[in-house]
């Protein structure tokens, strides 16, 4: 059984006095069946970590670079992320593929720099509209899964985030159709790559316009095994009920 996994990308949003939204939910989720991570920008890690000390909630970063350090200003190292108290690191989300260039091999790299300090990569992928249109959706998340994710990848040290890019923040989502069809697609092939146990572990997100609304229904998709949530997860009041409706599913 893959333990469900509720994750929130705050992106470039909160300063110290969001962190009242962690202690909210640890507050409200002390013996949840879900975990729960929050994924702050770089200047919370360490706050929010020590808010999160005795919660249940983990923290993550949100993109790291692929050296463990060296001259690249303005760049944060996996070790650093680690030694901030998080536990998982979002690698590849498409805001970085398509602002910042990064390839797949990129993405694999950073989640192999996340590997060897012991964090959790949320390896994001995802097609865009036009791709969507084109009929082309599988082949293009087929590809990046085998060029984003690294050998030696586990259940517990890889997530695997599904969000089509045309959904992220315009509140329109797939069908449940097309969800169940990408997560089924993405269980198959990491089946076929790493064999029935760990390609059976390694847990599926969908992202893109979760919200209190529409979660239940998300859940109840096969090989849905959470979500990760942008503006849904910013406050307390609207990612509680997501994770609740986790928790139910
Ligand atoms: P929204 O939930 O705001 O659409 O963002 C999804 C996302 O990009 C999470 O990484």
């Known amino acids: 059984m893959r333990r469900k996994l509720a994750a929130g990308n705050w992106k470039m949003n909160g300063t110290q006095a969001r962190l009242d939204v962690l202690d909210a939910l640890n507050a409200a989720h002390v013996s949840t069946p879900c975990d729960i991570v929050i994924c702050p920008p770089a200047h919370l890690l360490i706050p929010a970590a020590k808010a999160c000390a005795t919660g249940a909630v983990e923290i993550g970063a949100q993109d790291t670079h692929t050296a463990a350090k060296g001259a690249f200003t303005g760049d944060i190292s996996a070790e650093m992320i680690a030694d901030s108290g998080a536990s998982h690191v979002i ?65 517990d040290n890889v997530v695997v985030a599904y969000e089509p890019i045309w959904a992220i923040g315009t509140g329109k989502i797939p069908t449940m159709a097309q969800i169940g069809e990408v997560h089924a697609q ?15 572990a390694i847990r599926l997100l969908y992202g893109g316009s979760v919200k209190p609304g529409n979660a239940s229904e998300i859940f ?23 994770i609740t409706a986790l928790a139910d599913s």
């Open 91 to 155: 690698v590849g989300h498409s805001e970085r593929r398509e602002g910042y260039g990064e390839t797949d091999a990129t993405v694999c790299a950073k989640a192999i720099a996340a590997h060897a300090v012991r964090l959790t990569a949320i390896v994001c992928i995802g097609e865009s509209l036009a791709e969507r249109e084109a009929g082309s959706a599988l082949d293009v998340i087929a590809a990046q899964l085998q060029g984003s994710v690294p050998e030696g990848s586990t259940g």
């Open 186 to 200: 993405l269980r198959q092939d990491l089946i076929a790559r790493f064999g029935p146990e760990i390609g059976g």
């Open 220 to 242: 109840a998709v096969p090989d849905v095994d959470g979500a990760l949530v942008g503006g849904a997860s910013l406050a307390a009041a609207d990612f509680t009920p997501i």
